[in-house]
C-alpha cells in the first residue's frame, strides 16, 4: 500500500463516506480550499494508479469507489505512525497521549478491561 498526499487521504475519506462518486460528488463535499475541478479529477486518477480506488464508465464520466477498505488504511497508517513516531513501542504512544491529556483514567481502565477479556 503506498503512503498518500494528505489530499489523497481527505479524498479517500470522501469516498469511503459516500461509497461511489463522481468527481463532481466528491468536490461538493470538499469543505476548505476546494481544488478545481481538473485538479480533483487528477488526484482521483492518482487514487486509482496507487490501487486505492476504481471506477465504473459512464460514457465519458466515471464514477469512483474504494477498493482499500478505511479499516485496512487506518491499520496500516497506525502501524507506520507508532513505527515512526513511538518507537515501535503502544506503550509509549498512550503514554503519550496520556502525558498531553487526551486519554482519560477511565478510558485507560476500559482498554485495561478490554485486554483482560482477550
Known sequence: ??????KEEEIMHILWK????????????????QPHYNTLSTIVRNL?????????????????FPIVALEDYRKKFM????EH?????Y???VSF????????AKELREILDIIEKK
Open 1 to 6: 500500500m503506498q503512503n498518500l498526499t494528505n
Open 18 to 33: 459516500l461509497k461511489k462518486a463522481f468527481v463532481k460528488d466528491i468536490m461538493a463535499e470538499i469543505t476548505n480550499e
Open 48 to 64: 486509482e494508479e496507487k490501487g486505492y480506488v476504481a471506477h465504473t464508465a459512464y460514457g465519458n464520466t466515471h464514477q469512483y
Open 79 to 82: 502501524n507506520t505512525a507508532i
Open 85 to 89: 513516531y513511538f518507537n515501535n513501542s
Open 91 to 93: 506503550k509509549n504512544m
Open 97 to 104: 497521549f496520556a502525558q498531553e491529556e487526551k486519554i482519560s
